[in-house]
């Protein structure tokens, strides 16, 4: 009786660790332009990775931003809860993989308007993916609403960190302002992170208005479309990545 307990035992771990030997987990690397002929007419990709859109002296780019970038600028990659950098997570590691948690998935957006009286950003700016899923830009009111929960009962650390991070994000998030001839702006988008399986996306700036009657309201206006994308597929205990095919 034992010996078929034993048996049994050492087939059931024997399955264990095969099942273990072949498991995985979603791999996706990093965000990053399209190549150029993929662009749409009047673009440009330059080997930072930023995408422009020129019309005559308008020019709007984009470009994705890492979470390594990120820590450096804003500090905080390894303070984890209390750190004061509202992009990242301070170098908190995911329970089941290891890797540091994403926050958000952020691009910087700038304008350089040389070309008309003043220009603006009306419209939503939107991240679609090639299998249809749809990320909307977050907002000053969402992100204040999200890292408010983290103040918890106003105690002194926490409102302190809470209170900073809301500076930052205001002074650095790309702003729906009047652009008038000669102005240049920048700023950061925000978007709640990509699900594990997009690889090729598209971020559309929408209503980029560009030319306003006497009243001050639009009369024409541009959809600016920015197409990036990353590898995805499987990461296997030993390291190795067998990529999806796109």
């Given at each position: 009786?034992?010996?078929?307990q034993?048996?049994?035992?050492?087939?059931?771990?024997?399955?264990?660790?095969?099942?273990?030997?072949?498991?995985?987990?979603?791999?996706?690397?990093?965000?990053?332009?399209?190549?150029?002929?993929?662009?749409?007419?009047?673009m440009?990709?330059?080997?930072d990775g930023?995408i422009?859109?020129?019309?005559?002296?308008?020019?709007?780019?984009?470009?994705?931003?890492t979470?390594?970038?990120?820590?450096?600028?804003?500090?905080?990659?390894?303070?984890?809860?209390?750190?004061?950098?509202?992009?990242?997570?301070?170098?908190?590691?995911?329970?089941?993989?290891?890797?540091?948690?994403?926050?958000?998935?952020v691009?910087?957006?700038?304008?350089?308007?040389?070309?008309?009286?003043?220009?603006?950003?009306?419209?939503?700016?939107?991240?679609?993916?090639?299998?249809?899923?749809?990320?909307?830009?977050?907002?000053?009111?969402?992100?204040?609403?999200?890292?408010?929960?983290?103040?918890?009962?106003?105690?002194?650390?926490?409102?302190?960190?809470?209170?900073?991070?809301r500076?930052i994000l205001?002074?650095?998030?790309?702003?729906?302002?009047?652009?008038?001839?000669?102005?240049?702006?920048?700023?950061?988008?925000?978007?709640?992170?990509?699900h594990?399986?997009?690889?090729?996306?598209?971020?559309?700036v929408?209503?980029?208005?560009?030319?306003?009657?006497?009243?001050?309201e639009?009369?024409?206006?541009?959809?600016?479309?920015?197409?990036?994308?990353?590898?995805?597929?499987?990461?296997?205990?030993?390291?190795?990545?067998?990529?999806?095919?796109?």
């Amino acid at each position: 009786m034992k010996t078929i307990q034993r048996a049994t035992l050492f087939a059931m771990l024997t399955a264990l660790f095969a099942v273990a030997s072949c498991a995985w987990r979603p791999y996706s690397g990093e965000v990053r332009p399209s190549a150029e002929e993929m662009q749409g007419q009047n673009m440009t990709v330059a080997d930072d990775g930023t995408i422009t859109w020129i019309q005559d002296r308008l020019e709007v780019r984009m470009r994705p931003v890492t979470d390594e970038e990120l820590n450096r600028q804003f500090g905080g990659g390894d303070l984890g809860p209390y750190s004061e950098n509202p992009f990242t997570y301070g170098g908190v590691e995911d329970f089941y993989t290891g890797d540091d948690k994403q926050r958000f998935s952020v691009f910087m957006l700038g304008v350089k308007n040389y070309q008309y009286p003043k220009v603006r950003v009306l419209g939503d700016i939107v991240l679609e993916s090639s299998n249809e899923r749809k990320y909307y830009d977050l907002n000053m009111k969402q992100l204040d609403r999200y890292f408010r929960a983290y103040a918890i009962g106003y105690r002194g650390n926490e409102y302190g960190v809470y209170k900073e991070r809301r500076a930052i994000l205001q002074s650095t998030m790309f702003r729906r302002q009047d652009i008038f001839s000669g102005q240049e702006l920048e700023g950061y988008v925000l978007f709640e992170p990509l699900h594990t399986d997009v690889s090729d996306m598209t971020v559309l700036v929408k209503d980029l208005v560009i030319r306003f009657d006497y009243r001050g309201e639009p009369v024409e206006a541009v959809d600016i479309p920015f197409h990036f994308e990353r590898e995805i597929g499987r990461e296997f205990p030993d390291g190795s990545v067998e990529l999806s095919k796109r």
